[in-house]
């Protein structure tokens, strides 16, 4: 069973940094495109960035709302995937999730991030 736990969210003023990770458990994660989605209150799930497998690249993609600002990473190694937050708004605060792209359900918990003076 697909395990997905997620850390390093936090309270941060605007303008700051925040650097999200997800473990992924089994052998899926090699193999798979993954992404980080994100749930602000009252709100519909969203994709903000995702990355192919290494074997088709690492290509990454983000959405426009989070483009030149945040960085999808990953590390085959250790089963991670990173987000790298920076210049962050109060409009990114949100829970957020790592999944495969596209999402097959299996959500973890998530990570709180909330962007406030």
């Known amino acids: 069973q697909v395990q997905l736990v997620e850390s390093g969210g936090g309270l941060v003023q605007p303008g700051g940094s925040l650097r999200l990770s997800c473990l992924a458990s089994g052998n899926f994660f090699r193999f798979n495109a993954m992404g980080w989605y994100r749930q602000a209150p009252g709100k519909e799930r969203e994709l903000v960035a995702r990355?192919?497998?290494?074997?088709?690249?690492?290509?990454?993609n983000y959405a426009d709302s989070v483009k030149g600002r945040f960085t999808i990473s990953r590390d085959n190694a250790k089963s991670t995937v990173y987000l790298q937050m920076n210049s962050l708004k109060p409009e990114d605060t949100a829970v957020y999730y790592c999944?495969?792209?596209?999402?097959?359900?299996?959500w973890g918990q998530g990570t709180q991030v909330t962007v406030s003076s």
């Open positions: 999944n495969v792209y596209p999402s097959r359900g299996g």
């Open positions: 990355i192919t497998s290494t074997s088709r690249g690492g290509v990454t």
